[in-house]
């Protein structure tokens, strides 16, 4: 286990609704990256966070947001959901220096009905 | 555009035998290129990865190519074993940002 936890496992929305997916990152991890994986693809960079300021971005839209805690928590906030946001959510945090090695979190499913 | 294309999208291969993954880049720039197995339900795991200043990396079974010139990198799983059986996804990173290939379903037939 990488002692990266998720929350909730499954959610399941409806369109035009807004959902809040949590993330316990491994102790001492400062850095807190979020992915969408869609069903049969690789995971997609959302964006990054770094002592609680977003630090990179990927190609995703501003209703996509994030917040990072100081207790090595953070969330990932999807407003007005799109039947295309449903998708596998993971997390992965890691030392704010090193060789970039980052661990996993077992993700969120969310479907958007 | 897809930064990182990954081959084959699926791949069977007897118990003992050897399993290779392909992987090609686009960006020169990137410097971080890891591997990751991901068994359903889970998060996508660490396997190896390598940086572009070495031309191959081993770790056990798994040993990563790179030829920085082509700008290819593979996996190749030596003594393949059903456990190995997996969804396999190539990385290609630039400081805080990873590209994913679209992955690789394996399966081990005892």
């Known amino acids: 286990e990488t002692g990266v936890t998720q929350s909730p496992t499954h959610l399941i929305k409806t369109r035009g609704q807004q959902v809040t997916l949590r993330c316990s990152s491994q102790s001492g991890h400062n850095t807190v990256s979020w992915y969408q994986q869609a069903l049969g693809q690789g995971p997609q960079f959302i964006f990054q966070y770094y002592r609680e300021e977003e630090n990179g971005r990927g190609n995703f839209p501003p209703r996509f947001s994030g917040l990072q805690f100081p207790n090595y928590s953070s969330e990932l906030n999807v407003n007005a959901l799109e039947l295309d946001d449903s998708a596998l959510y993971l997390c992965?945090?890691?030392?704010?220096?090193?060789?970039?090695?980052?661990?996993f979190g077992p993700g969120t499913r969310l479907t958007v009905l | 555009q897809q930064q990182v294309k990954q081959s084959p999208q699926s791949l069977i291969v007897q118990k003992g035998g050897i399993s290779i993954i392909n992987c090609a880049y686009e960006?020169?720039?990137?410097?971080?290129f890891p591997w990751y197995q991901q068994f359903p339900g889970k998060g996508p795991a660490l396997l190896i990865a390598?940086?572009?200043?070495?031309s191959e990396k081993k770790e056990g079974r798994f040993t990563i190519s790179f030829n920085k010139s082509a700008k290819q990198f593979s996996l190749h799983i030596m003594d393949s074993q059903p456990g190995d059986s997996a969804t396999y996804f190539c990385?290609?990173?630039?400081?805080?940002?990873?590209?994913f290939g679209t992955g690789t379903s394996l399966t081990v037939i005892p």
């Open positions: 960006n020169t720039a990137f410097d971080y």
């Open positions: 390598i940086r572009p200043d070495v």
């Open positions: 992965a945090s890691r030392y704010d220096t090193g060789p970039y090695e980052q661990f």
């Open positions: 990385a290609a990173a630039l400081g805080n940002q990873f590209y």
